[in-house]
Protein backbone atom coordinates (compact mmCIF):
# COMPACT_ATOMS: atom_id res chain seq x y z
CA UNK A 1 0.00 0.00 0.00
CA UNK A 2 1.20 3.24 -0.84
CA UNK A 3 1.27 6.65 1.38
CA UNK A 4 -1.28 7.95 -0.96
CA UNK A 5 -4.51 7.23 -2.62
CA UNK A 6 -4.78 9.16 -6.19
CA UNK A 7 -8.04 8.01 -7.95
CA UNK A 8 -9.18 8.60 -11.51
CA UNK A 9 -12.35 9.16 -11.65
CA UNK A 10 -13.15 8.95 -15.28
CA UNK A 11 -10.84 9.01 -18.38
CA UNK A 12 -10.90 7.20 -22.02
CA UNK A 13 -6.87 7.21 -22.54
CA UNK A 14 -6.89 3.77 -22.62
CA UNK A 15 -3.86 3.42 -20.23
CA UNK A 16 -2.08 5.51 -17.63
CA UNK A 17 1.55 4.63 -16.80
CA UNK A 18 2.60 7.90 -17.46
CA UNK A 19 0.32 8.65 -14.35
CA UNK A 20 2.10 6.00 -12.29
CA UNK A 21 5.29 6.82 -13.30
CA UNK A 22 4.81 10.18 -11.80
CA UNK A 23 2.94 9.21 -8.83
CA UNK A 24 5.03 6.01 -7.72
CA UNK A 25 7.80 8.47 -6.99
CA UNK A 26 5.63 10.08 -4.16
CA UNK A 27 4.35 6.68 -2.91
CA UNK A 28 0.87 7.07 -4.70
CA UNK A 29 -1.17 4.37 -5.44
CA UNK A 30 -3.57 4.83 -8.84
CA UNK A 31 -6.99 3.98 -8.99
CA UNK A 32 -8.87 3.53 -11.99
CA UNK A 33 -12.58 4.43 -12.12
CA UNK A 34 -14.71 5.17 -14.99
CA UNK A 35 -17.49 6.85 -13.03
CA UNK A 36 -20.11 8.59 -14.98
CA UNK A 37 -22.78 10.31 -12.25
CA UNK A 38 -22.03 12.27 -9.15
CA UNK A 39 -23.45 9.50 -7.27
CA UNK A 40 -20.31 6.97 -8.80
CA UNK A 41 -17.56 9.88 -8.05
CA UNK A 42 -18.97 9.92 -4.09
CA UNK A 43 -19.11 5.76 -3.90
CA UNK A 44 -15.20 5.19 -5.65
CA UNK A 45 -13.14 8.17 -4.71
CA UNK A 46 -14.40 10.06 -1.20
CA UNK A 47 -11.22 8.55 0.57
CA UNK A 48 -8.94 9.27 -2.24
CA UNK A 49 -6.11 11.83 -1.60
CA UNK A 50 -6.17 13.32 -5.21
CA UNK A 51 -8.19 13.23 -7.84
CA UNK A 52 -7.54 13.03 -11.67
CA UNK A 53 -10.76 13.88 -13.72
CA UNK A 54 -11.65 13.85 -17.42
CA UNK A 55 -15.05 14.64 -17.48
CA UNK A 56 -17.14 13.19 -14.45
CA UNK A 57 -19.33 15.96 -13.03
CA UNK A 58 -17.40 17.25 -9.69
CA UNK A 59 -20.40 19.04 -8.14
CA UNK A 60 -20.62 20.90 -4.68
CA UNK A 61 -22.00 17.50 -3.33
CA UNK A 62 -19.39 15.17 -4.88
CA UNK A 63 -16.89 17.75 -3.38
CA UNK A 64 -18.74 17.91 0.06
CA UNK A 65 -18.35 13.89 0.24
CA UNK A 66 -14.29 13.88 -0.16
CA UNK A 67 -12.80 13.28 2.95
CA UNK A 68 -9.01 14.18 2.30
CA UNK A 69 -8.64 14.94 -0.92
CA UNK A 70 -6.16 17.91 -1.19
CA UNK A 71 -6.35 18.70 -4.99
CA UNK A 72 -8.82 17.47 -7.88
CA UNK A 73 -6.65 17.89 -11.51
CA UNK A 74 -8.91 18.34 -14.82
CA UNK A 75 -7.35 16.55 -17.49
CA UNK A 76 -7.49 19.66 -19.62
CA UNK A 77 -7.74 22.97 -19.74
CA UNK A 78 -11.90 23.58 -19.34
CA UNK A 79 -13.05 22.99 -15.90
CA UNK A 80 -16.89 23.35 -16.17
CA UNK A 81 -17.40 19.99 -14.75
CA UNK A 82 -16.03 20.98 -11.33
CA UNK A 83 -17.76 23.21 -8.86
CA UNK A 84 -14.51 25.45 -8.41
CA UNK A 85 -16.17 27.82 -5.56
CA UNK A 86 -16.95 24.54 -3.57
CA UNK A 87 -13.61 23.10 -3.89
CA UNK A 88 -12.03 26.55 -2.34
CA UNK A 89 -14.63 26.32 0.41
CA UNK A 90 -13.43 23.22 1.45
CA UNK A 91 -9.48 24.18 0.81
CA UNK A 92 -8.99 21.62 -2.01
CA UNK A 93 -6.48 23.07 -4.74
CA UNK A 94 -8.65 23.38 -8.32
CA UNK A 95 -5.94 22.69 -10.94
CA UNK A 96 -6.36 22.18 -14.44
CA UNK A 97 -3.61 21.66 -17.29
CA UNK A 98 -2.12 23.96 -20.06
CA UNK A 99 -0.84 22.01 -22.22
CA UNK A 100 0.36 22.94 -26.36
CA UNK A 101 -3.00 23.46 -27.84
CA UNK A 102 -1.60 23.80 -31.53
CA UNK A 103 -3.45 20.40 -32.11
CA UNK A 104 -7.04 22.12 -31.08
CA UNK A 105 -6.42 25.43 -33.50
CA UNK A 106 -5.36 22.63 -35.90
CA UNK A 107 -8.88 21.20 -35.63
CA UNK A 108 -10.52 24.37 -35.74
CA UNK A 109 -9.04 24.85 -38.83
CA UNK A 110 -9.39 21.16 -40.10
CA UNK A 111 -13.39 22.06 -39.86
CA UNK A 112 -13.47 25.52 -41.00
CA UNK A 113 -11.66 23.89 -43.97
CA UNK A 114 -13.73 20.70 -44.40
CA UNK A 115 -17.04 22.44 -44.52
CA UNK A 116 -16.13 25.30 -46.84
CA UNK A 117 -14.14 22.91 -49.05
CA UNK A 118 -17.01 20.49 -48.66
CA UNK A 119 -14.54 18.02 -48.19
CA UNK A 120 -16.40 15.43 -46.65
CA UNK A 121 -19.63 15.21 -48.85
CA UNK A 122 -16.61 15.25 -51.83
CA UNK A 123 -15.43 11.70 -50.40
CA UNK A 124 -18.51 10.31 -50.18
CA UNK A 125 -19.51 11.10 -53.12
CA UNK A 126 -16.41 9.49 -54.99
CA UNK A 127 -16.84 6.57 -52.54
CA UNK A 128 -20.15 6.14 -53.73
CA UNK A 129 -18.81 6.56 -57.92
CA UNK A 130 -19.77 9.89 -58.03
CA UNK A 131 -16.80 11.58 -59.52
CA UNK A 132 -18.33 14.89 -60.16
CA UNK A 133 -17.49 18.14 -58.63
CA UNK A 134 -20.66 19.79 -59.93
CA UNK A 135 -22.44 17.65 -57.16
CA UNK A 136 -21.05 19.64 -54.36
CA UNK A 137 -21.53 23.41 -55.76
CA UNK A 138 -21.60 25.87 -54.39
CA UNK A 139 -18.13 26.35 -53.17
CA UNK A 140 -18.14 30.09 -52.30
CA UNK A 141 -13.93 31.17 -52.21
CA UNK A 142 -12.11 31.36 -48.59
CA UNK A 143 -9.84 34.25 -49.21
CA UNK A 144 -11.56 37.90 -48.28
CA UNK A 145 -14.02 36.41 -46.12
CA UNK A 146 -14.94 37.60 -42.54
CA UNK A 147 -13.71 35.02 -39.99
CA UNK A 148 -15.15 35.35 -36.49
CA UNK A 149 -13.52 34.78 -33.15
CA UNK A 150 -15.31 34.05 -29.96
CA UNK A 151 -12.68 34.03 -27.08
CA UNK A 152 -9.36 35.33 -27.80
CA UNK A 153 -7.09 33.47 -25.16
CA UNK A 154 -4.65 30.56 -26.07
CA UNK A 155 -6.50 28.75 -28.41
CA UNK A 156 -8.40 32.15 -30.00
CA UNK A 157 -5.00 33.30 -31.15
CA UNK A 158 -3.53 30.15 -32.72
CA UNK A 159 -6.63 30.19 -34.70
CA UNK A 160 -5.99 33.38 -35.98
CA UNK A 161 -2.28 32.82 -36.81
CA UNK A 162 -2.92 30.01 -38.67
CA UNK A 163 -5.76 31.50 -40.51
CA UNK A 164 -3.38 34.73 -41.65
CA UNK A 165 -2.08 32.97 -44.96
CA UNK A 166 -5.33 32.29 -45.96
CA UNK A 167 -5.89 35.85 -46.78
CA UNK A 168 -9.33 36.27 -44.67
CA UNK A 169 -10.59 39.18 -42.64
CA UNK A 170 -10.18 38.23 -39.00
CA UNK A 171 -12.36 40.11 -36.15
CA UNK A 172 -12.41 38.81 -32.87
CA UNK A 173 -15.01 39.38 -29.71
CA UNK A 174 -13.57 39.35 -26.19
CA UNK A 175 -14.84 41.66 -23.67
CA UNK A 176 -11.74 40.34 -21.09
CA UNK A 177 -8.64 40.27 -23.89
CA UNK A 178 -6.38 43.15 -24.01
CA UNK A 179 -6.82 45.64 -26.91
CA UNK A 180 -3.29 45.21 -27.39
CA UNK A 181 -3.21 41.64 -27.95
CA UNK A 182 -5.59 42.06 -31.09
CA UNK A 183 -3.56 44.62 -32.17
CA UNK A 184 -0.46 42.38 -32.19
CA UNK A 185 -2.79 39.42 -34.08
CA UNK A 186 -3.35 41.73 -36.68
CA UNK A 187 -7.12 40.92 -35.97
CA UNK A 188 -10.33 43.56 -35.42
CA UNK A 189 -11.91 43.67 -31.82
CA UNK A 190 -15.34 43.71 -32.24
CA UNK A 191 -18.49 43.96 -30.69
CA UNK A 192 -20.66 40.66 -29.81
CA UNK A 193 -23.47 41.65 -32.28
CA UNK A 194 -21.19 42.73 -34.79
CA UNK A 195 -19.54 39.19 -35.34
CA UNK A 196 -22.66 37.69 -35.14
CA UNK A 197 -23.83 39.92 -37.93
CA UNK A 198 -21.05 40.32 -40.16
CA UNK A 199 -18.52 36.93 -40.15
CA UNK A 200 -19.04 34.47 -42.99
CA UNK A 201 -17.26 31.73 -40.57
CA UNK A 202 -17.42 31.80 -37.02
CA UNK A 203 -15.34 30.08 -34.59
CA UNK A 204 -15.55 29.45 -30.72
CA UNK A 205 -12.91 29.19 -28.13
CA UNK A 206 -14.78 30.42 -25.10
CA UNK A 207 -14.58 28.25 -21.60
CA UNK A 208 -18.09 27.53 -20.65
CA UNK A 209 -19.58 29.95 -17.83
CA UNK A 210 -22.28 30.77 -16.67
CA UNK A 211 -22.17 33.60 -19.44
CA UNK A 212 -21.23 32.15 -21.83
CA UNK A 213 -23.82 29.28 -22.03
CA UNK A 214 -26.55 29.21 -24.49
CA UNK A 215 -24.30 32.63 -25.84
CA UNK A 216 -25.19 31.26 -29.87
CA UNK A 217 -28.75 31.03 -29.65
CA UNK A 218 -31.80 31.17 -31.82
CA UNK A 219 -31.51 35.37 -31.49
CA UNK A 220 -28.00 34.57 -32.47
CA UNK A 221 -28.63 31.92 -35.25
CA UNK A 222 -31.07 34.42 -37.23
CA UNK A 223 -28.59 36.91 -37.29
CA UNK A 224 -26.00 35.32 -39.08
CA UNK A 225 -25.81 35.40 -42.84
CA UNK A 226 -27.35 32.65 -44.78
CA UNK A 227 -24.34 31.51 -46.11
CA UNK A 228 -22.51 31.23 -42.97
CA UNK A 229 -20.83 28.32 -41.27
CA UNK A 230 -20.32 28.06 -37.12
CA UNK A 231 -17.78 26.08 -35.66
CA UNK A 232 -17.36 24.54 -32.13
CA UNK A 233 -14.23 23.08 -30.55
CA UNK A 234 -14.38 24.96 -27.00
CA UNK A 235 -17.91 23.06 -25.00
CA UNK A 236 -21.47 21.97 -26.55
CA UNK A 237 -23.32 24.14 -23.71
CA UNK A 238 -22.16 27.41 -25.69
CA UNK A 239 -24.12 26.56 -28.56
CA UNK A 240 -28.12 26.07 -27.52
CA UNK A 241 -28.07 22.73 -29.64
CA UNK A 242 -32.07 22.75 -30.35
CA UNK A 243 -31.55 26.44 -32.08
CA UNK A 244 -28.82 25.32 -33.79
CA UNK A 245 -30.45 22.24 -35.37
CA UNK A 246 -33.68 24.03 -36.34
CA UNK A 247 -31.32 26.93 -38.04
CA UNK A 248 -29.32 23.88 -40.05
CA UNK A 249 -32.66 22.48 -40.98
CA UNK A 250 -34.23 25.52 -41.82
CA UNK A 251 -31.41 26.88 -43.38
CA UNK A 252 -30.63 30.04 -41.73
CA UNK A 253 -26.74 28.90 -41.67
CA UNK A 254 -25.02 26.77 -44.12
CA UNK A 255 -23.29 24.47 -41.93
CA UNK A 256 -21.59 23.88 -38.52
CA UNK A 257 -18.42 21.70 -37.43
CA UNK A 258 -18.65 20.61 -33.93
CA UNK A 259 -15.84 18.85 -31.81
CA UNK A 260 -18.33 19.10 -28.83
CA UNK A 261 -22.13 18.63 -27.88
CA UNK A 262 -24.43 19.51 -25.14
CA UNK A 263 -24.47 15.56 -23.92
CA UNK A 264 -21.11 13.24 -25.27
CA UNK A 265 -21.14 10.79 -26.31
CA UNK A 266 -24.77 11.76 -28.23
CA UNK A 267 -27.81 10.13 -27.79
CA UNK A 268 -28.87 8.11 -30.64
CA UNK A 269 -31.80 10.04 -31.30
CA UNK A 270 -30.08 13.10 -31.40
CA UNK A 271 -31.01 14.77 -34.62
CA UNK A 272 -27.85 16.68 -35.43
CA UNK A 273 -26.67 13.06 -36.40
CA UNK A 274 -28.82 12.96 -39.24
CA UNK A 275 -28.33 16.22 -40.29
CA UNK A 276 -26.33 16.46 -43.62
CA UNK A 277 -25.04 20.06 -43.46
CA UNK A 278 -23.15 18.86 -40.10
CA UNK A 279 -19.27 17.82 -39.37
CA UNK A 280 -19.11 16.26 -35.76
CA UNK A 281 -15.93 14.77 -34.20
CA UNK A 282 -16.14 13.06 -30.77
CA UNK A 283 -14.12 15.70 -28.32
CA UNK A 284 -10.59 15.16 -29.86
CA UNK A 285 -9.41 18.33 -30.80
CA UNK A 286 -7.29 18.24 -27.87
CA UNK A 287 -5.41 15.28 -29.37
CA UNK A 288 -2.40 14.42 -30.90
CA UNK A 289 0.18 11.76 -29.35
CA UNK A 290 2.27 14.72 -27.87
CA UNK A 291 -0.38 16.03 -26.09
CA UNK A 292 -1.88 12.76 -25.13
CA UNK A 293 1.48 12.42 -22.97
CA UNK A 294 1.81 16.04 -22.04
CA UNK A 295 -1.56 15.63 -20.57
CA UNK A 296 -1.48 12.83 -18.53
CA UNK A 297 2.20 13.49 -17.50
CA UNK A 298 1.19 17.52 -16.31
CA UNK A 299 -2.04 16.40 -14.53
CA UNK A 300 0.10 13.87 -12.45
CA UNK A 301 3.16 16.37 -11.69
CA UNK A 302 0.30 18.44 -9.77
CA UNK A 303 -0.90 16.15 -7.70
CA UNK A 304 2.64 14.96 -6.96
CA UNK A 305 3.44 18.84 -5.81
CA UNK A 306 -0.10 19.22 -3.55
CA UNK A 307 0.72 15.59 -1.89
CA UNK A 308 4.11 17.00 -1.61
CA UNK A 309 3.20 20.10 0.59
CA UNK A 310 3.77 22.33 -2.81
CA UNK A 311 1.07 24.57 -4.59
CA UNK A 312 0.04 23.54 -8.18
CA UNK A 313 1.76 25.40 -10.97
CA UNK A 314 -1.85 25.85 -12.62
CA UNK A 315 -3.76 26.88 -10.03
CA UNK A 316 -7.25 27.59 -10.75
CA UNK A 317 -8.65 28.52 -7.49
CA UNK A 318 -6.59 30.80 -6.56
CA UNK A 319 -8.22 31.95 -3.33
CA UNK A 320 -8.14 28.46 -1.91
CA UNK A 321 -4.51 29.75 -0.66
CA UNK A 322 -6.01 32.52 1.74
CA UNK A 323 -8.25 29.59 3.07
CA UNK A 324 -5.11 27.41 3.67
CA UNK A 325 -3.30 30.17 4.61
CA UNK A 326 -0.46 29.72 2.01
P1 LIG B 1 -8.07 30.67 -22.53
O1 LIG B 1 -8.44 30.87 -21.11
O2 LIG B 1 -6.65 30.89 -22.94
O3 LIG B 1 -8.98 31.58 -23.47
C1 LIG B 1 -10.35 31.74 -23.31
C2 LIG B 1 -10.70 33.15 -23.73
O4 LIG B 1 -12.12 33.27 -23.66
C3 LIG B 1 -10.09 34.22 -22.79
O5 LIG B 1 -9.35 35.16 -23.54
C4 LIG B 1 -11.31 34.85 -22.15
O6 LIG B 1 -11.16 36.23 -21.93
C5 LIG B 1 -12.40 34.59 -23.20
N1 LIG B 1 -13.74 34.70 -22.66
C6 LIG B 1 -14.20 34.37 -21.41
N2 LIG B 1 -15.50 34.67 -21.30
C7 LIG B 1 -15.87 35.20 -22.50
C8 LIG B 1 -17.10 35.71 -23.01
N3 LIG B 1 -18.20 35.76 -22.25
N4 LIG B 1 -17.12 36.18 -24.27
C9 LIG B 1 -16.02 36.14 -25.05
N5 LIG B 1 -14.83 35.70 -24.62
C10 LIG B 1 -14.76 35.22 -23.36
O7 LIG B 1 -8.53 29.19 -22.89
P2 LIG B 1 -8.10 28.32 -24.14
O8 LIG B 1 -6.90 27.51 -23.79
O9 LIG B 1 -8.06 29.17 -25.34
O10 LIG B 1 -9.33 27.30 -24.20
C11 LIG B 1 -10.65 27.75 -24.44
C12 LIG B 1 -11.63 26.62 -24.19
O11 LIG B 1 -11.47 25.63 -25.19
C13 LIG B 1 -11.42 25.86 -22.88
O12 LIG B 1 -12.05 26.51 -21.80
C14 LIG B 1 -12.02 24.50 -23.16
O13 LIG B 1 -13.36 24.45 -22.73
C15 LIG B 1 -11.97 24.40 -24.68
N6 LIG B 1 -11.07 23.33 -25.14
C16 LIG B 1 -11.58 22.32 -25.88
C17 LIG B 1 -10.74 21.31 -26.33
C18 LIG B 1 -11.24 20.16 -27.18
O14 LIG B 1 -10.62 19.11 -27.22
N7 LIG B 1 -12.36 20.31 -27.88
C19 LIG B 1 -9.38 21.34 -26.01
C20 LIG B 1 -8.89 22.40 -25.25
C21 LIG B 1 -9.76 23.39 -24.82
Redesign the pocket.
Known sequence: MGRFRVAITDSDYGSHEVEEEVLSSIGADLIKFQCRTEDDVIRCCSDADGLLNQYAPITRRVIEGLQKAKIIVRY???V?NVDVDAATEKGIFVANV?YD?TD?AD?ALSLILSLVRKIVWADRNVKENKWDWKAVQPISRLKDKTVGI???????RKVAQRLRGFEVKIVA?????PRETFREYGVEKVDFEALIKESDIITI?????N??RH?IGEKELKSMKREAIIVN???GGIIDEKALCKALKERWIAGAGL??LEEEPPAKDNPLLRLDNVIITP?????SNRSLDEIRRKAAEEVARALSGQIPVNLVNKDVLKKLNL
Open positions: GVGDIVVHIGFGRIGYDPYAHTPLTETMVSRDVHMAWY
